[in-house]
């Protein structure tokens, strides 16, 4: 069982550059999300989707874009990255109700914007 | 808006020592708090706590919720250095969105 892959592990970034986290899951989960987790600051959200064509922000959303064109992706993209946007980023999902409503985290990317 | 707060937020213990993690909450529409343990990765679950005074047990550690007083603790006994970790609290809130609210975690690091 693969669960939830992130790609990649590691990213350097310059001021300005754009770049797309990868994020597929492969348990038929409806809810994906994207935290940030930063030191002292417990994880936070980004973006999340219910479902396919589906997706709204999370408490942090601003520098950052989502689609979930399918049930299995859900990718993060970074428009013009900036400092404050170095973070380890988590992908997580679960099903939709019920007590499976338990994130399952992807391992993480570290991404550094110089 | 809602808050989780996690205390303490370090913790260094000896092998064998019982500690208590605490986690107080402020949320609307409460529906659930989840304790997740964090090493170097990724978190992995612990435990899903919905109703009060029912506590839940996996091996050496437990956990309880008391919704009145709205806060959960984590009880980890005989510690070992397996256990040396980032303890994380999230609480779910009901909506449109499974929404999980997490606390800054508690570093617990336990020594030989």
């Known amino acids: 069982n693969a669960g939830v892959t992130q790609t990649p592990k590691f990213q350097v970034l310059k001021t300005g550059q754009s770049m797309t986290l990868q994020c597929a899951q492969d348990m038929n989960h409806e809810y994906m999300s994207w935290y940030r987790q930063d030191p002292g600051m417990g994880l936070r959200l980004i973006h999340y989707?219910?479902?396919?064509?589906?997706?709204d922000q999370g408490e942090v959303p601003n520098g950052y874009n989502v689609s979930r064109s399918t049930t299995e992706d859900f990718p993060l993209r970074l428009l013009s990255a900036a400092p404050s946007q170095t973070s380890v980023y988590f992908c997580?999902?679960?099903?939709?109700?019920?007590?499976?409503?338990?994130?399952?985290f992807g391992a993480g990317s570290r991404l550094t914007v110089l | 808006e809602d808050k989780v707060v996690q205390s303490p937020l370090s913790l260094v213990v000896h092998e064998g020592d019982t500690v208590t993690l605490n986690c107080s909450y402020e949320v609307t529409n409460f529906r659930s708090l989840l304790w997740y343990k964090q090493e170097k990765k990724a978190p992995t679950f612990l435990f899903m706590l919905?109703?009060?005074?029912i506590e839940k047990k996996s091996g050496r550690l437990s956990s309880i919720l008391d919704k009145k007083e709205l806060f959960s603790i984590l009880n980890i006994t005989a510690t070992q250095t397996g256990d040396s970790a980032v303890y994380l609290c999230a609480v779910l809130s009901s909506g449109s969105a499974r929404q999980l609210t997490f606390g800054s975690g508690t570093q617990l690091t336990v020594l030989p």
């Open positions: 919905t109703s009060s005074g």
């Open positions: 989707s219910v479902g396919a064509g589906i997706t």
């Open positions: 997580a999902s679960s099903y939709s109700s019920g007590k499976s409503a338990v994130l399952t």
